[in-house]
């Protein structure tokens, strides 16, 4: 499963990711972190992918089974996430691929 974290921010998504990484991924389930100044990819040895990017206007080519995004990400660009990156092949129910909150208060995967 694809997993994308939509910040307001870079930072923001970059920040949930680690916190989630920190506290609610074994150290032993991940095989591949890669982190650059516009990139944060975790990939985990089950075949999942988690990754960190701010939500804007440029993010039609990326593809999710689901959508995390941080509550002060303005709504031009949840339209852009729901119809844009969220796969129409993912076997999630619908009310499970698209979550909004505000990151930094740790929801729970």
Do not use: W
Not at 31 to 56: E, F, H, P, W
Not at 63 to 86: N, P, T, W
Not at 88 to 103: A, H, T
Request: proline content about 2%; some cysteine.
């Amino acid at each position: 499963m694809k997993i994308i974290f939509f910040g307001s921010t870079k930072q923001s998504a970059f920040d949930e990711l680690e916190h989630r990484i920190k506290t609610q991924i074994n150290k032993g389930d991940i095989k591949i972190i890669q982190k650059s100044m516009y990139d944060y990819i975790v990939c985990l040895n089950n075949g999942d992918s988690l990754r960190a990017m701010r939500g804007t206007e440029t993010i039609r080519g990326y593809k999710c089974d689901k959508a995390i995004v941080d509550s002060k990400v303005d709504e031009d660009i949840i339209q852009y996430i729901r119809y844009s990156c969220l796969c129409c092949s993912s076997e999630l129910p619908e009310e499970d691929r698209f979550i909004r909150y505000p990151f930094g208060i740790g929801y729970t995967l």
